[in-house]
C-alpha cells in the first residue's frame, strides 16, 4: 500500500509586491491509490532543479501511468497561473486524455533562468480518480556571479510570540536582517508564508524590495501577532536576493489562547416575613442587603455565574421592580419578554435592561450551550408575584413541591443558561 500525497497549496502573504508560489509536499509519494478501479500513479511529483547559472537550462520529465484495474480521463491539464517564467512544460498528459490501464503519458518541464533568484512552479493533473486534484511541483534558482557574495542573518533567529488572545494584538517583536556578506544585498522578495501567514502582520519595515542592505549593515522589520483562531500559529518569513546562494528562511510562532470573560456571582437572598426571594450581582444591593439597610434579607448560600458585560452567546438580563404591594422583583434574559412585560405592566418600573449577561437556551428544546448550565425560573403563583431563580434540580423540584410553577423553554423548563 502507497500513502496518498497531500499536496496543499499555500500562496505567498503579500509583504511586497513579489508574485510567487509556495507549494508545500505534506506526504510525498508518486503513487495515490483508490481501493478499486483506475489509479493515477507519478514516476516523480516534484521537480527540485536547485541553482543552475542564468542562461543556461535543465530538463526533467516524469511518467504518469494509469496504474488500476479501470480506465480514466483527465479533466483538466493546466499550468498553475503562478509558476515562474523560467519554466517551460509540454506534456503529452491532455485534458479529455483517457488512459486505459497500463498506459502512460509524460510531463517535461524546462528550467531555464534569466535573472538570479529563487522561482517555482506547478503543473494540475486533474482527472476522474478518486484522488482527483494531482499536482506536480517544480523548484529552481537562478544564479551568477554575483550569487553567493552576501549572506543574511537573523537577530533574533526565530520570532517566538508570547501567548496571544484571538483577534487582539501582540507589541511589536523586532527582528533585523543583518548582511554578513563583503557585498551589498539588494532585496527582491520579503514574503510570509506557512499555515499561519495572516496570523502575523509587519509594518514599519525599514527593509524594502529593491532596497540594499550595505556589507555589514542591516534593516528593521517590526512583527506583530494578531491571531485569528485558537492554538500554535507558524508561519515563515522568506527573504531572497540575487546576492544570496539560498533563500534565507526566518521560522515565526506564536501561540493563540482563547478570551476567557470574566464572571460575577448571581447572589440569591430571602426574606422569610415576605416569602419572598431575590437576587443580584451588583455590589450596591449585595452591600446594603448584607448590611442590614433592608431589614429581613438573608443570603440563601445559592448563587450561579453571569457575565458582568456583553459576552459572545449572551443576552442583556432586564430587571423590573414590581412596586407595593408586589414589592418584588422580575427578571428575563429575552428582550421580547421584556419588552412584552413593559406593555402589558406599565406600572413596573423598568430598572435597567442589563444587570448581568447570560446565554439563553434553545427555545425550542431548552437545552443550553455547551460549557453552561440551566437555570429555572419558579413563579410562586401568588398575588405577591415572585420568582425564584436557580440552577438546582433539587430546589427546583422543592419549589414545585410548593406550589411554585416552572417557567422556561423545552420539556425542563429552562429559561436561562449561566456559565459554569
Same mark, same amino acid.
Given at each position: 500500500?502507497f500513502?496518498?500525497p497531500?499536496?496543499?497549496l ?5 509583504l511586497? !509586491? ?5 507549494l508545500?509536499?505534506? +506526504?510525498?509519494s508518486?503513487?495515490?491509490?483508490? @481501493? ?14 536547485g541553482?543552475r ?7 526533467a ?28 512544460v ?7 486524455l483517457t488512459?486505459a ?10 528550467? /531555464?533562468p !534569466? ?9 494540475w493533473l ?8 494531482q ?8 544564479v551568477?556571479?554575483?550569487t553567493?557574495? +552576501?549572506?543574511l ?10 501567548a496571544?488572545? @484571538? ?8 527582528v533585523?536582517?543583518?548582511?554578513l ?8 522578495a ?8 495572516y ?26 501577532f494578531?491571531?485569528? @483562531? ?5 508561519a ?10 539560498s ?8 501561540v +493563540? ?20 426571594y431575590?437576587?443580584s ?51 428575563? /434574559?429575552?428582550? *421580547?419578554?421584556?419588552?412584552?412585560v413593559?406593555?402589558k ?17 434553545d427555545t *425550542?428544546?431548552?437545552?443550553?450551550p455547551?460549557a ?7 413563579f ?22 410548593q406550589?411554585?410553577t416552572a417557567e422556561?423553554y423545552g ?6 443558561c /449561566?456559565?459554569?
Amino acid at each position: 500500500m502507497f500513502s496518498t500525497p497531500k499536496i496543499i497549496l499555500r500562496p505567498f502573504c503579500c509583504l511586497s !509586491s513579489v508574485v510567487s508560489l509556495a507549494l508545500l509536499l505534506v +506526504a510525498g509519494s508518486a503513487v495515490t491509490e483508490a @481501493v478499486a478501479g483506475g489509479r493515477i500513479c507519478t514516476s516523480a511529483d516534484t521537480f527540485m532543479f536547485g541553482n543552475r547559472s542564468v542562461g543556461s537550462s535543465a530538463t526533467a520529465t516524469a511518467t504518469v501511468t494509469n496504474c488500476g484495474d479501470a480506465p480514466w480521463s483527465f479533466t483538466d491539464v493546466s499550468v498553475h497561473p503562478a509558476t515562474g517564467p523560467a519554466f517551460e512544460v509540454s506534456t503529452t498528459c491532455t485534458t479529455g486524455l483517457t488512459l486505459a490501464p497500463g498506459a502512460t503519458c509524460t510531463v517535461s518541464v524546462r528550467f /531555464a533562468p !534569466s535573472t538570479p533568484g529563487q522561482t517555482s512552479g506547478g503543473l494540475w493533473l486533474h482527472n476522474t480518480t478518486t484522488t482527483p486534484d494531482q499536482l506536480i511541483t517544480f523548484y529552481g534558482r537562478g544564479v551568477d556571479t554575483q550569487t553567493g557574495s +552576501a549572506s543574511l542573518a537573523f537577530v533574533p533567529a526565530s520570532a517566538d510570540f508570547a501567548a496571544q488572545a @484571538v483577534g487582539t494584538q501582540s507589541m511589536p517583536l523586532t527582528v533585523e536582517l543583518h548582511n554578513l556578506g563583503p557585498a551589498a544585498l539588494v532585496l527582491s522578495a520579503l514574503v510570509l508564508n506557512g499555515p499561519g501567514a495572516y496570523d502575523f502582520v509587519v509594518r514599519n519595515s525599514t527593509c524594502q524590495i529593491g532596497a540594499a542592505i550595505a556589507a555589514g549593515d542591516s534593516c528593521q522589520m517590526w512583527f506583530y501577532f494578531r491571531p485569528l @483562531v485558537e492554538g500554535t500559529r507558524r508561519a515563515n518569513l522568506v527573504v531572497d536576493s540575487p546576492q544570496l546562494a539560498s533563500l534565507a528562511i526566518m521560522q515565526i510562532s506564536g501561540v +493563540a489562547t482563547t478570551i476567557t470573560a470574566p464572571t460575577v456571582d448571581v447572589i440569591e437572598f430571602y426574606n422569610a416575613a415576605m416569602d419572598h426571594y431575590f437576587m443580584s450581582s451588583l455590589l450596591p444591593d449585595i452591600e446594603a442587603l448584607d448590611s442590614g439597610h433592608f431589614p429581613g434579607w438573608v443570603r440563601t448560600g445559592h448563587s450561579f455565574k453571569a457575565y458582568p458585560q456583553p459576552a459572545t452567546g449572551t443576552s442583556p438580563v432586564c430587571r423590573f421592580y414590581m412596586p407595593a404591594p408586589l414589592d418584588s422583583h422580575f427578571y428575563s /434574559a429575552s428582550t *421580547a419578554e421584556c419588552s412584552a412585560v413593559a406593555a402589558k405592566y406599565p406600572t413596573f418600573i423598568f430598572e435597567a435592561p442589563d444587570v448581568f449577561h447570560i446565554s439563553l437556551p434553545d427555545t *425550542a428544546t431548552g437545552a443550553c450551550p455547551s460549557a453552561t448550565v440551566p437555570v429555572f425560573r419558579l413563579f410562586n403563583n401568588r398575588a405577591d408575584a415572585n420568582h425564584r431563580y436557580t440552577t438546582d434540580l433539587q430546589i427546583k423540584a422543592q419549589m414545585i413541591g410548593q406550589g411554585y410553577t416552572a417557567e422556561g423553554y423545552g420539556p425542563n423548563a429552562t429559561i436561562m443558561c /449561566a456559565p459554569q
